[in-house]
């Protein structure tokens, strides 16, 4: 088999077309050269939608307890219970400022927190500790540190979590009212 001058042009033609695709698309790297970060921009929360208020919780963890009836049968949970571990960082779900502080036989240590347009009302219940300097009036930014994850109330000791609750309000409406609204959809596609 000869191998004429066009076939010798072709396949060198074609090594030079390997190469540049390699010196363009591939870079080679010694194993310990140490990776550059990549910024990735933060995603904008999408309308309605809450950070998950557990540190390091993610969507997956998940459960949606909202409609379950409660142990004693006689009202239905209205909330999420966010287990984690006790002393776990509990964050602010949205922007808001510290409505109420307040301790229930129920809920334990509990913080009611609204939404700016005073719309919203965000229930953290059977707290641990507040963080340093909450107090009511505070204003909040979502992802703030305000207190930590405990089974204070009528929680189980053996089972620390958060019971969070949104309730949908008029302004003028008192920090204990509002209709319940199904948090689960607003923090399930949280990223």
């Not at 984690?84 to 301790?103: N, P, S, T, Y």
């Not at 229930?104 to 913080?111: F, K, V, W």
């Not at 089974?151 to 620390?160: F, K, L, Q």
């Not at 008192?174 to 990223?191: H, I, K, M, T």
Request: glycine residues 10%; proline residues 10%; hydrophobic residues 45%.
């Amino acid at each position: 088999m000869r191998i004429g001058a066009r076939g010798w042009a072709g396949m060198g033609l074609a090594v030079l077309l390997c190469a540049l695709f390699l010196s363009f698309c591939v870079r080679i790297v010694p194993a310990d050269a140490p990776v550059p970060p990549v910024a990735v921009p933060p995603a904008a929360p999408a309308e309605g939608a809450l950070l998950i208020p557990v540190e390091g919780v993610p969507p997956a963890a998940l459960t949606d307890s909202f409609t379950q009836a409660r142990a004693s049968g006689a009202r239905p949970h209205d909330a999420l219970d966010i287990m984690a571990a006790r002393g776990r960082a509990v964050l602010a779900a949205a922007d808001g400022h510290i409505e109420k502080l307040f301790w229930s036989e129920d809920g334990g240590r509990t913080i009611y927190e609204r939404s700016p347009d005073g719309r919203r009302i965000y229930y953290y219940a059977h707290l641990d500790s507040y963080a340093p300097g909450l107090r009511e009036g505070l204003a909040v930014r979502r992802g703030d540190r305000i207190a930590t994850v405990g089974s204070t109330g009528n929680a189980d000791p053996a089972a620390p979590h958060l019971h969070f609750a949104v309730h949908a309000a008029e302004p003028d409406e008192p920090w204990y009212g509002g209709r319940p609204v199904n948090p689960y959809p607003l923090l399930a596609g949280s990223r």
